[in-house]
């Protein structure tokens, strides 16, 4: 009896090929063999690093063409300018690149400055100084602080080179013209999962040589105390007569709001005592419903934000099943008594006290806003923000 094996043919795409390395095998009888590295899709969005092996006399023909191929059929980064920040989170960037990082850019023909942070504010200067003329792309390794750090200084250094007033809301900004990828190696790294799908490093590198670059849709804010606050939101806003009451009601995105103080047909004002405010990319209204749906929410270039408004009236009891669907990707319509959710253009905080403090001198002081996982001092009780589109480009295959 006899038995035919099946050989299966797996095909891979050229983005899918990290690269080529020659090596010997075997303890008597030594033999080259050609490794070649590819990128498979792992569970949970992860990415793994696999090998296959090719021997033969068309070997070093096949690596030849291989290699050619790659670099002709893909736009992966030539050059970068890698920053890491060796203190962040539990102190292992510089392993994290060194083991995992480096090898994976190196296999890929990939040509790296690399800069180790040695001072707070290094990393700034060297974003200030640094020529990106011939560069490819901004790799930083770090959390969300370190990420905010190097794009602040290259956001504000590219309206300046062209011209644009930043503090202008109606300005429209200059895009960065080289993409930017973070690889989470920090206690805080929400921006690398919002745009990898993990916190995980090889994944993050990986997304840098499959280089599907994506523009990154800003943005995520949380303030985190009670406020007096005049908020006005930026956004469409329409009249529907209710038959029943004959009373107007007003919608954003098919929703009906409540509590808000005034209106127009692009503005809603908010003047009450506020507990939190949530600001997260894309739509979080569906049928009129809110609901905060990742998978849904990063569409191609959405274009408003959502924003969750949470009263100082929500109980303890509110809060938990406010996060519990917020976790669990569920529908909050029994919370609407005690938040309102509107989709956004830009939004205008008019901060009057933090009602969380009963020293004056500290509570006019204090004013901490939470975007994109960093914290902010805000030193203006008037402040606004803006979602704005195409501005700044990341190294994703993931979104």
């Given at each position: 009896m006899s038995t035919k094996l099946k050989r299966t043919l797996v095909s891979y795409r050229f983005d899918d090929v990290i690269g080529c390395e020659e090596v010997i095998t075997g303890w008597f009888w030594r033999t080259e063999v050609t490794r070649v590295w590819l990128i498979e899709q792992g569970c949970s969005n992860l990415l793994l690093k696999k090998c296959r092996v090719v021997s033969g006399d068309q070997r070093k023909r096949f690596q030849y063409d291989l290699t050619e191929k790659i670099a002709k059929e893909t736009k992966r980064p030539k050059r970068v300018l890698v920053m890491i920040n060796p203190n962040g989170g539990n102190r292992t960037a510089r392993k994290d690149f060194r083991n995992i990082v480096e090898?994976?850019?190196?296999?890929?023909?990939?040509?790296?400055?690399?800069?180790?942070?040695?001072?707070?504010?290094?990393?700034?200067?060297?974003?200030?100084?640094?020529?990106?003329?011939?560069?490819?792309?901004?790799?930083?390794?770090?959390?969300?602080?370190?990420?905010?750090?190097?794009?602040?200084?290259?956001?504000?250094?590219?309206?300046?080179?062209?011209?644009?007033?930043?503090?202008?809301?109606?300005?429209?900004?200059?895009?960065?013209?080289?993409?930017?990828?973070?690889?989470?190696?920090?206690?805080?790294?929400?921006?690398?999962?919002?745009?990898?799908?993990?916190?995980d490093v090889l994944t993050a590198a990986l997304n840098i040589i499959q280089v599907v670059s994506s523009w990154m849709l800003l943005f995520e804010s949380l303030a985190q105390y009670h406020y007096n606050a005049k908020v006005t939101f930026h956004t469409s806003v329409m009249e529907r007569r209710n038959t029943e009451t004959n009373e107007t009601e007003i919608f954003v995105a098919d929703r009906k709001l409540t509590g808000y103080t005034s209106y127009t047909s692009d503005t809603v004002v908010f003047n009450r005592k506020l507990w939190d405010m949530l600001f997260l990319n894309g739509h979080g209204i569906y049928n009129g419903k809110a609901l905060v749906d990742p998978s849904r929410m990063f569409v191609p270039k959405p274009s408003m934000f959502s924003c969750f408004v949470l009263f100082d009236t929500i109980s303890p009891g509110s809060v938990r099943q406010f996060y519990k669907h917020f976790f669990e990707t569920t529908y909050m319509d029994e919370l609407s008594n005690v938040m309102d959710v509107l989709h956004a253009q830009g939004v205008t905080m008019e901060l009057s006290e933090c009602l969380d403090d009963v020293n004056q001198d500290v509570t006019t002081a204090k004013r901490p806003v939470m975007i994109d996982g960093e914290i902010y001092e805000v030193e203006s009780p008037t402040f606004q923000i803006w979602y704005k589109l195409d501005v700044v480009r990341v190294f994703s295959s993931y979104l």
């Open positions: 090898p994976v850019f190196r296999l890929s023909g990939m040509t790296m400055d690399i800069i180790f942070s040695g001072y707070p504010g290094h990393l700034i200067d060297v974003t200030k100084s640094y020529d990106f003329t011939n560069t490819d792309g901004v790799v930083v390794l770090g959390g969300d602080g370190t990420y905010h750090e190097v794009l602040k200084v290259l956001m504000r250094k590219r309206q300046e080179e062209q011209n644009v007033d930043i503090n202008d809301p109606n300005a429209a900004l200059s895009p960065l013209n080289i993409p930017f990828g973070l690889i989470p190696t920090g206690s805080r790294s929400h921006w690398a999962e919002n745009h990898t799908g993990s916190q």
